[in-house]
């Protein structure tokens, strides 16, 4: 059973709290669905905005997984999570970057122009299990979102803004627009259970992140 996060209806955990043993998470190329360039070019500029905020939250370690690199071991370029997937997917990609879980991710609406609209549909799934553990489907309009500097926490602790013209910029900028609406779907992940502990936000600090399709040596302790 899903359960709603804060009263939203596009929003739903399995549980609060990630399983302790999830400490690694294989990121999947952005998706998108038909022809339109603009899709195109959205994922273009989002994808590595992507990869830094998943970072940013500190909960797992991040692996990307290049479209060519996908291709090759599943035979497509992206997945939404919505397809029949093949029998051996989550196993074959468990095997190869020891993951734990698998982070789908959609672009479904990009519109660069003002007022800006940016559509994220994403959802982490358990490698051994196959269990939708999150999964989030939101748009965001600038044009009927409240002001971004009167943003409620986590958001404002994920991305804090400091003057008018930064609050301007992430209203008019694509690529602040897309860090904003990205946090803010990412401030909807399960925490871990040791920070669910603490109340106050953690320090936003960028951590890198690893993209290579071998599997190397886990660089941070997660979940001890």
Request: glycine share 4%; with cysteine; charged share 25%.
């Amino acid at each position: 059973m899903f359960i709603p996060h804060e009263q939203s209806d596009n929003t739903f955990l399995a549980s609060a709290i990630l399983p302790p043993d999830l400490r690694r998470v294989a990121v999947l190329p952005l998706a998108w669905e038909g022809s339109q360039i603009d899709l195109a070019q959205g994922a273009e500029t989002l994808v590595p905005i992507l990869l830094t905020e998943l970072d940013k939250t500190k909960k797992f370690e991040v692996v990307s997984i290049s479209r060519e690199d996908l291709r090759s071991q599943t035979g497509r370029l992206s997945w939404t999570g919505a397809e029949i997937l093949p029998t051996d997917f989550f196993d074959s990609l468990q095997r190869v970057y020891g993951c734990d879980a698998v982070l789908f991710s959609q672009l479904t609406t990009f519109r660069a122009y003002a007022p800006m609209v940016v559509g994220w549909r994403m959802k982490l799934v358990e490698a051994q299990t196959g269990k939708i553990l999150w999964a989030v489907d939101k748009v965001f309009d600038a044009g009927q979102q409240p002001a971004v500097n009167q943003t409620p926490r986590p958001l404002a602790a994920l991305w804090p803004f400091h003057d008018d013209t930064d609050d301007w910029r992430a209203e008019n900028s694509p690529r602040q627009f897309g860090q904003f609406t990205i946090a803010q779907a990412l401030s909807t992940l399960p925490n871990r259970k040791e920070m669910a502990k603490v109340s106050a936000p953690a320090t936003d600090v960028p951590s890198g992140r690893q993209s290579d399709k071998k599997l190397s040596p886990l660089k941070k302790n997660y979940g001890n």
